[in-house]
């Protein structure tokens, strides 16, 4: 049975760069134990990226994975720090090359994650943290089954309706497959290791660095 910890509060496209292949740093943080790689999944909107950002501010050692896809950027996003924008063709390249330690289709869009900078990284002894959704998170649980999963909920289904439907970037019907998707995610909640509620931010964060063995 996966562990439930609760955040306090309970009641409350350009090909992808070349970067990504670049050695990491060994003189980075080493701990005395190599880490095991951390997935953090949970459905749109729940706040992953807003958990992982509060999380790398505080500990720049933990390297976050870029993921691949084919969705067109949103205002702010930028090429090679939020994701690796690149077309339908390129995306194509990078599965035949076996380049993806996993990827996803997610309304409309394919999602992916460039497998040899997380093998780099984790050879380095590096906290490594990948932030993807269900379908990636099954496929890494069955290459990686020593990685620490990771299920980020809300604290209510209309806390994620609400939170969803108010961003405003996208338009009405993906809003829709959006939740019909998160409806499926959270089903599937009883597969992780550890669900984290997320309450706060901070608390959230804090957990899961504890978890990461960081705190």
């Given at each position: 049975?996966?562990?439930?910890?609760?955040?306090?509060?309970?009641?409350?496209?350009?090909?992808?760069?070349?970067?990504?292949?670049?050695?990491?740093?060994?003189?980075?943080?080493r701990p005395a134990k190599a880490p095991r790689l951390t997935v953090l999944s949970?459905?749109?909107?729940?706040?992953?990226?807003?958990?992982?950002?509060?999380?790398?501010?505080?500990?720049?050692?933990?390297?976050?994975?870029?993921?691949?896809?084919?969705?067109?950027?949103?205002?702010?996003?930028?090429?090679?720090?939020?994701?690796?924008?690149?077309?339908?063709?390129?995306?194509?390249?990078?599965?035949?090359?076996?380049?993806?330690?996993?990827?996803?289709?997610?309304?409309?869009?394919?999602?992916?994650?460039?497998?040899?900078?997380?093998?780099?990284?984790?050879?380095?002894?590096?906290?490594?943290?990948?932030?993807?959704?269900?379908?990636?998170?099954?496929?890494?649980?069955?290459?990686?089954?020593?990685?620490?999963?990771?299920?980020?909920?809300?604290?209510?289904?209309?806390?994620?309706?609400?939170?969803?439907?108010?961003?405003?970037?996208?338009?009405?019907?993906?809003?829709?497959?959006?939740?019909?998707?998160?409806?499926?995610?959270?089903?599937?909640?009883?597969?992780?290791?550890?669900?984290?509620?997320?309450?706060?931010?901070?608390?959230?964060?804090?957990?899961?660095?504890?978890?990461?063995?960081?705190?």
């Amino acid at each position: 049975m996966p562990q439930t910890r609760t955040a306090s509060h309970p009641t409350a496209a350009d090909a992808p760069s070349p970067e990504w292949r670049q050695a990491p740093d060994r003189r980075a943080h080493r701990p005395a134990k190599a880490p095991r790689l951390t997935v953090l999944s949970g459905p749109s909107a729940v706040g992953k990226s807003t958990v992982v950002a509060h999380l790398r501010k505080a500990h720049p050692e933990i390297w976050h994975s870029v993921s691949v896809t084919t969705r067109r950027p949103r205002p702010g996003e930028i090429h090679g720090m939020h994701y690796f924008f690149t077309d339908d063709a390129g995306f194509d390249k990078l599965v035949a090359n076996n380049e993806l330690l996993e990827w996803a289709q997610f309304v409309g869009n394919r999602y992916g994650t460039p497998r040899q900078p997380v093998l780099d990284r984790l050879a380095a002894g590096v906290p490594t943290l990948l932030e993807i959704d269900l379908q990636g998170a099954r496929q890494v649980r069955a290459a990686m089954p020593e990685a620490l999963q990771v299920f980020l909920a809300p604290p209510s289904w209309e806390e994620l309706v609400r939170r969803l439907t108010g961003r405003g970037t996208e338009p009405p019907e993906v809003v829709e497959q959006r939740l019909a998707a998160g409806r499926v995610e959270l089903a599937a909640e009883p597969e992780f290791d550890v669900t984290l509620v997320n309450t706060s931010v901070e608390d959230v964060a804090r957990e899961l660095l504890s978890l990461m063995g960081l705190s």
